[in-house]
């Protein structure tokens, strides 16, 4: 069994920074891909960023040249690092992985989700 727990969300002014965390437990062969989505109040849930495979990130248009998604493989841990974040950039954020176990089966996962506040 995985599971994800996500970490690093709060209360930011507009203009701030924050790094969200998101570290995979269990017996992992690999994360193929990684992705962080995040939910507004009242809004369907939408990707920021991905990387698939070995390729390059992809990013919202919303988000670009402001958020960076990263992985570190030897901690299971994904990033986002979220620079001159916006009051439009509050949501619920949720990191997502497609993680292959050690039998090479591939499953999905979500993290619980953390909350990002922009407001001053």
Not at 115 to 120: A, D, F, G, H, K
Request: charged letters at 10%; aromatic letters at 10%.
């Amino acid at each position: 069994q995985v599971q994800l727990v996500e970490s690093g969300g709060g209360l930011v002014q507009p203009g701030g920074s924050l790094r969200l965390s998101c570290a995979a437990s269990g017996i992992i062969f690999s994360i193929n891909s990684m992705a962080w989505y995040r939910q507004a109040p009242g809004k369907q849930r939408e990707l920021v960023a991905a990387i698939i495979g070995s390729g390059s990130p992809n990013y919202a248009d919303s988000v670009k040249g402001r958020f960076t998604i990263s992985g570190d493989n030897a901690k299971n841990t994904v990033y986002l690092q979220m620079n001159s974040l916006k009051p439009e950039d509050t949501a619920v954020y949720y990191c997502n992985l497609h993680v292959a176990l050690l039998t090479r089966s591939v499953f999905t996962y979500w993290g619980q989700g953390t909350q990002v506040t922009v407001s001053s």
